[in-house]
């Protein structure tokens, strides 16, 4: 198995050919990769155009990018036009099969499928977790478990679609998204036309002890055995299913009845009340949570936010364009969009993160300093709650690094950040160069070993017009400050009101050690 990392970077593979008859082998442009044991396996950025993959007999996987998957994470590959065609069984357009260690993400895939069993658009088995992934083409197979995105779930598809048609008038358990659903889909919907012999449903032919949340399908149904199809899903079986706040056109799939779900007409379909008042949750509105996982085009039906071409809250990034930072999910994202740590960025409203129920990630890295912007337009960002004991330069932006780096105008509030290691502050921790200007914590508590400061942990380029006030900053060693655990800089204008405390030495009311240049600053809190 291939168990290093692969990076495409964008560029394109054109007119990749596999042709085996061999059995029992992964089949692919990777045959297998992965181990059970090991999760650093990685392969990304790769485009795939004009596939032409056969394989024998083999119930392994094949696909047109990786046959197997156990273990490791495809990120951002994709496949456009051609086939990917088998004898047996896990035929995907991209992958054939993943187990439950594997994560694909970001990925989409058009091409034509067939084979004969466990086929998908995607992925043909699939036990890994499925996020932010498309699929459209056709696939085709003769006996059963097809679907538009995987042939056969038993693991968890999030925030996924599919427009490709599965016509398999021979065949049983075909779906718009999943033909065999045995664990959990979300937030996902499906588009395409779907036909079989039996268990045929707009987005699952069959859910089995498996659970479908917040999803829905437009597709024309049909089935060859009338008493198990259905708008959403062809038949439910089992004693533990769940099939919540889902819903199918009942004018589009010519059907008025499922298995599961709600059916409503195209009108109501187009509708955002119908799903606000479900629960789901969209773009601009926070009484159904802060994730932005669904937007409404004019006259559409309902799209996932992240396939809208609309990054964070809209924007390019540019320095004219910056992109504009709305919710707590749009901020969030940013921690996790390396790519984007040199762009620029527009505070747009107050943020409360203590009500956002994702991970907080931190910005920039020692590699992959923050060189970018951000503009805080005066709003606050509060609770931002952070707790880690082996994090060394810590703060809402970790690592900044660029002569032209710049955070300004921003407010923290209410918040307590707590790294437990070196270089910690509220906004940064390590201002390797750049400019913290007009920023201000507000009753934040600030702890860390040393280097720890109510605005910057550590830095070697400019602060100024900051302050922090009605909070306290501690350090478990030395070096602490009410502005900067240690400045190798310039702080200008700037106060400090806080408490601080340095467990042993090196604590002053606005740094903890100078090293350089400090001036018209002030501070009134006890050291």
Request: proline share 1%; hydrophobic share 35%; net charge negative.
């Given at each position: 198995?291939?168990?290093?990392n692969?990076?495409?970077?964008g560029?394109e593979?054109?007119?990749?050919?596999?042709?085996?008859?061999?059995?029992?082998?992964?089949?692919?442009?990777?045959?297998?990769?992965?181990?059970?044991?090991?999760?650093?396996?990685?392969?990304?950025?790769?485009?795939?155009?004009?596939?032409?993959?056969s394989?024998?007999?083999?119930?392994?996987?094949?696909?047109?990018?990786?046959?197997?998957?156990?273990n490791?994470?495809?990120?951002?590959?994709?496949?456009?036009?051609?086939?990917?065609?088998g004898?047996?069984?896990?035929?995907?357009?991209?992958a054939?099969?993943?187990?439950?260690?594997?994560?694909?993400?970001?990925?989409?895939?058009?091409?034509?499928?067939?084979?004969?069993?466990?086929?998908?658009?995607?992925?043909?088995?699939?036990?890994?977790?499925v996020?932010?992934?498309?699929?459209?083409?056709?696939?085709?197979?003769?006996?059963?478990?097809?679907?538009?995105?995987?042939?056969?779930?038993?693991?968890?598809?999030?925030q996924s679609?599919?427009?490709?048609?599965?016509?398999?008038?021979?065949?049983?358990?075909?779906?718009?998204?999943?033909?065999?659903?045995?664990?959990?889909?979300?937030?996902?919907?499906?588009?395409?036309?779907?036909?079989?012999?039996?268990?045929?449903?707009?987005?699952?032919?069959?859910c089995?002890?498996?659970?479908?949340?917040?999803?829905?399908?437009?597709?024309?149904?049909?089935?060859?055995?009338?008493?198990?199809?259905?708008?959403?899903?062809?038949?439910?079986?089992?004693?533990?299913?769940t099939?919540?706040?889902?819903?199918?056109?009942?004018?589009?799939?010519?059907?008025?009845?499922?298995?599961?779900?709600?059916?409503?007409?195209?009108a109501?379909?187009?509708?955002?009340?119908?799903?606000?008042?479900?629960?789901?949750?969209?773009?601009?509105?926070?009484?159904?949570?802060?994730?932005?996982?669904?937007?409404?085009?004019?006259?559409?039906?309902?799209?996932?936010?992240?396939?809208?071409?609309?990054?964070?809250?809209?924007?390019?990034?540019?320095?004219?364009?910056?992109?504009?930072?709305y919710?707590?999910?749009?901020?969030?994202?940013?921690?996790?969009?390396?790519?984007?740590?040199?762009?620029?960025?527009?505070?747009?409203?107050?943020?409360?993160?203590?009500?956002?129920?994702g991970?907080?990630?931190?910005?920039?890295?020692?590699?992959?300093?923050?060189?970018?912007?951000?503009?805080?337009?005066?709003?606050?960002?509060?609770?931002?709650?952070?707790?880690?004991?082996?994090?060394?330069?810590?703060?809402?932006?970790?690592?900044?690094?660029g002569?032209?780096?710049?955070?300004?105008?921003?407010?923290?509030?209410?918040?307590?950040?707590?790294?437990?290691?070196?270089?910690?502050?509220?906004?940064?921790?390590?201002?390797?160069?750049?400019?913290?200007?007009?920023?201000?914590?507000?009753?934040?508590?600030?702890?860390g070993?040393?280097?720890?400061?109510?605005?910057?942990?550590?830095?070697?380029?400019?602060?100024?017009?900051?302050?922090?006030?009605?909070?306290?900053?501690?350090?478990?060693?030395?070096?602490?400050g009410?502005?900067?655990?240690?400045?190798?800089?310039?702080?200008?204008?700037?106060?400090?009101?806080?408490?601080?405390?340095?467990?042993?030495?090196?604590?002053?009311?606005?740094?903890?050690?100078?090293?350089?240049?400090?001036?018209?600053?002030?501070?009134?809190?006890?050291?």
């Amino acid at each position: 198995a291939f168990t290093g990392n692969f990076d495409g970077n964008g560029y394109e593979i054109r007119n990749f050919r596999f042709d085996s008859s061999a059995q029992d082998e992964a089949v692919g442009m990777f045959g297998a990769i992965g181990l059970y044991y090991d999760t650093s396996t990685v392969i990304k950025n790769i485009k795939l155009v004009n596939v032409s993959v056969s394989a024998g007999n083999t119930f392994i996987g094949t696909g047109a990018l990786v046959g197997s998957m156990d273990n490791g994470t495809v990120s951002n590959c994709s496949v456009h036009g051609g086939t990917v065609a088998g004898q047996y069984s896990s035929i995907g357009g991209l992958a054939g099969r993943g187990s439950s260690q594997a994560t694909l993400v970001d990925c989409s895939a058009n091409c034509t499928v067939t084979g004969v069993r466990e086929c998908g658009g995607m992925v043909g088995a699939n036990s890994m977790t499925v996020s932010r992934c498309s699929s459209a083409g056709s696939v085709a197979l003769t006996e059963r478990s097809g679907g538009g995105l995987a042939g056969q779930n038993s693991g968890t598809i999030e925030q996924s679609y599919s427009t490709a048609a599965v016509l398999c008038s021979g065949a049983d358990e075909i779906g718009g998204l999943v033909g065999r659903n045995l664990a959990t889909i979300s937030n996902c919907y499906a588009r395409g036309a779907v036909s079989g012999w039996s268990d045929v449903g707009g987005l699952a032919g069959l859910c089995w002890n498996a659970a479908v949340v917040n999803c829905y399908s437009t597709g024309a149904v049909s089935a060859t055995v009338s008493t198990y199809k259905g708008g959403l899903i062809g038949r439910i079986t089992g004693t533990e299913n769940t099939c919540s706040v889902s819903f199918w056109d009942t004018q589009t799939s010519g059907l008025a009845t499922s298995s599961g779900g709600t059916g409503r007409e195209t009108a109501q379909m187009k509708d955002i009340n119908t799903f606000l008042g479900a629960g789901w949750d969209f773009i601009d509105e926070t009484a159904n949570g802060s994730l932005d996982i669904w937007y409404m085009p004019a006259g559409g039906y309902p799209n996932l936010w992240w396939a809208s071409g609309v990054k964070y809250g809209g924007g390019t990034g540019a320095s004219g364009d910056p992109y504009l930072i709305y919710t707590a999910a749009h901020l969030a994202q940013i921690g996790s969009e390396a790519e984007d740590w040199n762009k620029h960025f527009k505070l747009m409203a107050d943020i409360n993160m203590g009500s956002y129920p994702g991970g907080l990630v931190l910005i920039g890295t020692y590699q992959t300093p923050f060189s970018g912007t951000f503009n805080g337009q005066g709003y606050a960002i509060r609770q931002f709650n952070y707790t880690s004991t082996q994090k060394n330069y810590a703060g809402i932006f970790e690592y900044v690094d660029g002569a032209a780096a710049r955070i300004e105008n921003l407010t923290v509030a209410d918040s307590t950040f707590s790294a437990g290691a070196n270089g910690t502050g509220m906004i940064v921790g390590m201002l390797q160069n750049g400019t913290v200007h007009n920023c201000r914590t507000v009753n934040c508590a600030v702890s860390g070993n040393f280097y720890v400061g109510g605005i910057a942990g550590r830095s070697y380029g400019v602060i100024s017009s900051c302050s922090s006030k009605n909070g306290t900053v501690y350090g478990s060693s030395q070096l602490v400050g009410g502005i900067v655990g240690r400045n190798d800089g310039t702080v200008t204008n700037c106060y400090s009101r806080c408490a601080i405390t340095a467990a042993y030495s090196y604590a002053g009311g606005i740094t903890g050690d100078n090293r350089v240049t400090i001036s018209n600053c002030y501070s009134t809190g006890t050291v």
